[in-house]
């Protein structure tokens, strides 16, 4: 196939600011020349490209809307197509980047010590350090308020039991951001570093979706952390929840870039495959395919960069996040399973990158909450009638 050709039905091009062009065309770049070429291998493997950490640090992609510390201060529309651009490459690739961005830096920058930002933020926006944040557990996955985590106060700090599971970049990570419930019942976050006597990491094998990045099991046995590794600044649900508005709304974006790249390829395909004497892309029934697809990223890219605009002004709400992400994962799984169609019996094979999309966007539709949660995350807004209470 030829390079990749753009996707703008609607010349949303002319709606961003020459600023975030330029920051997207650089992410652009680089996910062309230095991780495209390296992705079937990790892929094939179950690996992810963990050296390119600090690649993505030079390029103030880690924290890019945080204001200091080292991070780039980006606007919302700008970090959004950043993470269009790293999973064009691969959904793996803007988990590494959503993770450390939206659920590590962004709680210690929100709800941290000051001791705790100089610490963490600067070498994780380099990509020096790696972080995760550890909310799901074995029995607990869309209800994270029940989780059975436990922290509980000594004289000088903190003992951990629990276990978190199906955690991105657990077994890498130099510091975890763990959510844990005290004898209050209410949930607290704790900075928990690798090579904590009694915190110990298994990784998950045998995945057939995200199998270029990391997931594990975080184990806690009467782990031992010190009272100023509690983050101070937050108390409840709320805290981990709002960490999520953020990955959430990365995701949104990000799926637009799986879109565009299996939406590009199939119809570089469909016009250069010839059946029955004919490029197959002049069938009717394949053309209704090619047309649903880019009318349905184009309603997903304006309604990502109204959210940004939004977001932008402070006025983006956590359900409007939900319906971004619910509504765009959906049409990136959609559009790669009409792209897989297209290509027939090679879309099956990681020659092509669409079967890799696929399978991503399958863990992409369920982590961050899953679609049918985020249908009734919507549902209570609308109706003010709960579907999750007793
Ligand atoms: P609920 O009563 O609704 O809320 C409890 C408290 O939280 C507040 N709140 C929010 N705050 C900020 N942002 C949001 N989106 C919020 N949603 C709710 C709410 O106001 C309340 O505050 P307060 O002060 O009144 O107590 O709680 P609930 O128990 O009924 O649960 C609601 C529900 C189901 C929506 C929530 O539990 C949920 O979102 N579940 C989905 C879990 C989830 O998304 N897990 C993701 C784990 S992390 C992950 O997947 C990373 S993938 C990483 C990668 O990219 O690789
Ligand atoms: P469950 O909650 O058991 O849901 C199973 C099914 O039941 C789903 O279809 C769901 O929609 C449905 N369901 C549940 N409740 C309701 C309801 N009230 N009404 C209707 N339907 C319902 N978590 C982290 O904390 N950190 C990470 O870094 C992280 N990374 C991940 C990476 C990967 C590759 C994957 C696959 C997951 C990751 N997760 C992470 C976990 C992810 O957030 C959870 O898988 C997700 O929240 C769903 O939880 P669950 O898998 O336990 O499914």
């Known amino acids: 196939m030829e390079k990749f050709r753009g996707v703008d039905y609607y010349e949303i091009e002319g709606?961003?600011?020459?600023?975030?062009?330029?920051?997207?065309?650089?992410?652009?770049?680089w996910v062309e020349a230095e991780f495209l070429p390296v992705v079937i291998e990790h892929h094939r493997a179950g690996t992810f490209p963990l050296d390119l950490m600090p690649k993505l640090g030079e390029m103030g992609i880690f924290g890019a809307t945080l204001q200091g510390y080292g991070c780039a201060g980006l606007n919302n529309v700008a970090y959004g197509l950043i993470m269009q651009e790293l999973e064009r490459g691969d959904s793996g690739l803007r988990s590494a980047a959503s993770v450390q961005s939206g659920l590590v830096m962004y709680p210690i920058h929100a709800y941290g010590s000051e001791a705790q930002k100089e610490q963490w933020l600067p070498a994780m926006a380099r990509g020096e350090k790696i972080g995760c944040f550890g909310l799901t557990e074995p029995d607990h996955g869309s209800d994270p308020g029940g989780m059975k985590t436990r922290a509980v106060r000594t004289t000088d700090g903190y003992v951990l039991n629990g276990t978190k599971l199906w955690i991105t970049n657990g077994s890498v990570a130099d510091v975890a951001v763990v959510w844990a419930k005290e004898a209050d019942g209410e949930i607290y976050g704790?900075?928990?570093?690798?090579?904590?006597?009694?915190?110990?990491?298994?990784?998950?094998?045998g995945k057939f979706s995200m199998r270029a990045s990391i997931t594990s099991e975080l184990a806690f046995q009467d782990c031992q952390i010190p009272l100023e590794n509690k983050l101070p600044h937050t108390k409840?649900?709320?805290g981990p929840l709002g960490c999520l508005d953020q990955a959430r709304y990365g995701i949104a974006w990000g799926a637009i870039?799986?879109?565009?790249?299996?939406?590009?390829?199939?119809?570089?395909?469909?016009q250069q495959r010839v059946q029955f004497g004919k490029p197959i892309g002049s069938f009717q029934l394949v053309q209704q395919k090619l047309v649903g697809m880019i009318t349905e990223i184009t309603k997903a890219q304006l309604l990502c960069l109204q959210l940004g605009r939004l977001k932008d002004e402070g006025k983006a709400r956590p359900q409007q996040v939900s319906m971004a992400k619910m509504n765009n994962v959906q049409m990136a799984l959609d559009a790669a399973r009409l792209a897989r169609d297209i290509l027939?019996?090679?879309?099956?094979?990681?020659?092509?990158?669409?079967?890799?999309?696929?399978?991503?966007?399958?863990?992409?539709?369920?982590?961050?909450?899953?679609?049918?949660?985020h249908t009734l995350i919507i549902g209570r807004d609308i109706t003010g009638l709960d579907a999750f209470g007793m």
């Open 15 to 29: 709606l961003l600011s020459e600023d975030e062009r330029m920051v997207r065309d650089a992410v652009r770049d």
């Open 190 to 205: 704790y900075l928990v570093e690798r090579g904590t006597p009694g915190f110990s990491t298994l990784d998950i094998h």
């Open 236 to 238: 409840g649900l709320r």
């Open 257 to 270: 870039g799986a879109a565009m790249t299996v939406y590009d390829w199939a119809l570089q395909y469909a």
């Open 344 to 373: 027939g019996a090679a879309g099956i094979v990681d020659e092509h990158p669409i079967i890799r999309h696929l399978m991503n966007l399958e863990t992409v539709n369920t982590y961050e909450g899953t679609h049918d949660i």
